[in-house]
């Protein structure tokens, strides 16, 4: 049965960091429409032209917008908040490289402000260039070094990286700055974690919940923390709290069913991956988890029918249809078992690829 259990899919959540970049999907603008800016060295042309572009940009209008912005900048050539918003304009409009040489001028004009490195740093990073944009968030730290965004961006890239020390140190520089800062505790504490640390990072994700007690992303890392050491009642009492916190995160049902199949309690991980399905009816991977555990109760009619509910919504779910081969082989259906050996090894699943060589299915598929 060993094999079988390697083929449930589990999902973890080590950390927070995506979540920042998912809650900045709009992008702002630095002054809110028809603000008179209180500067003599502003005509009152530029202000208008200025004015004009953020009504366009608010209708998504950008085309008008940059015009607008860049007519304001010729009438008044130091308008730093035309500027910045032409350079957000720019981002919105999908010009990334005149958004980038917008945010250095921008930079030139301000030589005490980080923000507009900072500003390349998160168009580097939204482009999978790590190492650039720890270079641009380092040039951010230089001009202002009690920001404490700027080290939590830096420390998201050392993490993804694997660099897992100099991660700490900058998560360790945001709680310096600012003790009450609980994704710096949350993900510092994944940091000591991956670098085998496991007592500081307990202690990291305790610290992080009782931070931020509206937050169940602590405790679901915490609990998984503990099923990776094989202390599952410790790791069900985390996702317990975390599920006490947010009833409907998922993840954290998720995961309390896959340390409860892991601990052998196969009825009450049931329960829970029926409750995955009912919070997050597209997902999957619960409809995959049941499946792996109704493989472990050897029924095999159960595999066939949520290994099928995962194939519908993920057709490229490849632990999915080695799910259902073996239980096609227990039902007796060859044909079916090789076929979804098949496109499970194509889908990248290697040990499916030996068992479709062991039962001869080449031969089986060609009759």
């Known amino acids: 049965m060993n094999l079988y259990k390697l083929s449930i899919t589990m999902l973890l959540t080590f950390s927070s960091f995506c979540l920042l970049a998912q809650e900045e999907e709009e992008v702002k603008m630095v002054v809110a429409s028809n603000v008179e800016i209180d500067s003599t060295a502003i005509k009152p042309e530029a202000q208008e032209a200025y004015n004009q572009g953020i009504s366009a940009f608010e209708s998504k209008n950008y085309r008008v917008a940059i015009e607008q912005f860049e007519k304001a900048i010729s009438i008044s050539p130091n308008f730093y908040e035309a500027?910045?918003?032409?350079?957000?304009?720019?981002?919105?409009n999908n010009n990334s490289e005149q958004a980038k040489n917008t945010f250095i001028h921008i930079a030139e004009l301000d030589k005490n402000s980080g923000e507009p490195f900072y500003e390349i740093g998160l168009m580097a990073e939204s482009q999978d260039s790590l190492e650039t944009a720890i270079s641009f968030y380092t040039k951010a730290i230089e001009r202002q070094s009690g920001e404490k965004k700027y080290y939590y961006q830096r420390g998201i890239q050392y993490f993804k990286l694997e660099k897992y020390d100099d991660a700490i140190t900058d998560f360790s520089k945001v709680i310096l700055i600012d003790p009450k800062a609980a994704d710096a505790y949350n993900d510092r504490g994944s940091a000591y974690k991956l670098s085998g640390n496991i007592d500081k990072a307990i202690s990291d994700y305790n610290t992080a919940?009782?931070?931020?007690?509206?937050?169940?992303?602590?405790?679901?890392?915490l609990g998984s923390l503990y099923r990776e050491q094989k202390k599952y009642d410790l790791a069900i009492?985390?996702?317990?709290?975390?599920?006490?916190?947010?009833s409907d995160n998922y993840l954290a049902w998720n995961n309390r069913g896959y340390a409860k199949y892991e601990k052998g309690d196969?009825?009450?991980?049931?329960?829970?991956?029926?409750?995955?399905?009912?919070l997050k009816p597209e997902y999957a991977i619960g409809f995959n988890n049941l499946a792996g555990v109704y493989m472990a109760m050897e029924d095999y009619n159960k595999v066939v029918e949520y290994s099928t509910k995962a194939i519908k919504l993920d057709e490229n779910y490849g632990a999915a249809f080695y799910n259902r081969a073996?239980?096609?082989e227990m039902l007796r259906k060859e044909i079916e078992a090789c076929k979804d050996w098949s496109t499970a090894a194509d889908l990248g699943v290697h040990v499916a690829n030996q068992h479709y060589e062991k039962n001869g299915c080449k031969s089986l598929i060609e009759k």
């Open 83 to 92: 500027y910045k918003n032409l350079a957000n304009t720019y981002l919105a």
């Open 237 to 246: 009492k985390s996702y317990d709290k975390a599920i006490l916190i947010e």
């Open 326 to 328: 073996i239980a096609y």
């Open 266 to 278: 196969y009825q009450d991980a049931i329960t829970d991956f029926k409750k995955v399905n009912q």
């Open 209 to 221: 919940a009782e931070v931020n007690k509206k937050s169940g992303l602590a405790y679901n890392n």
